[in-house]
């Protein structure tokens, strides 16, 4: 059964930073491109960063310069580095690992910045 768990979301003053997890099992990600995902309520679900099997990233334009996203595939995890947050950064981050068939999502984590 392939499960992705985030953890490392909470609560943070805007400019604080946060690094969120995503620990993959059950299967190997390290061909497939990862990514972060978020939905702030009333709002759909926006990319926020993804990665490569080569480590080519990809970022919105509201996070460039401010997350990083990596990968470390030994551990079959990725990372979201998240520096000089703002309040419109409030949201569920969901992890995701892209497969050509299927997309495998996490059960998400709550990211709020207070001002």
């Known amino acids: 059964q392939v499960q992705l768990v985030e953890s490392g979301g909470g609560l943070v003053q805007a400019g604080g930073s946060l690094r969120l997890s995503c620990a993959a099992s059950?299967?190997?990600?390290?061909?497939?491109?990862m990514g972060w995902y978020r939905q702030a309520p009333g709002k759909q679900r926006e990319l926020v960063a993804d990665?490569?099997?080569?480590?080519?990233?990809n970022y919105a334009d509201s996070v460039k310069g401010r997350f990083t996203i990596s990968r470390d595939n030994a551990k079959n995890t990725v990372y979201l580095q998240m520096n000089s947050l703002k309040p419109e950064d409030t949201a569920v981050y969901y992890c995701t690992a892209h497969t050509w068939n299927y997309n495998y999502w996490g059960q998400g984590t709550q990211v709020t910045v207070s001002s």
């Open positions: 059950g299967r190997a990600f390290s061909n497939n491109r």
């Open positions: 990665i490569g099997s080569g480590g080519i990233t």
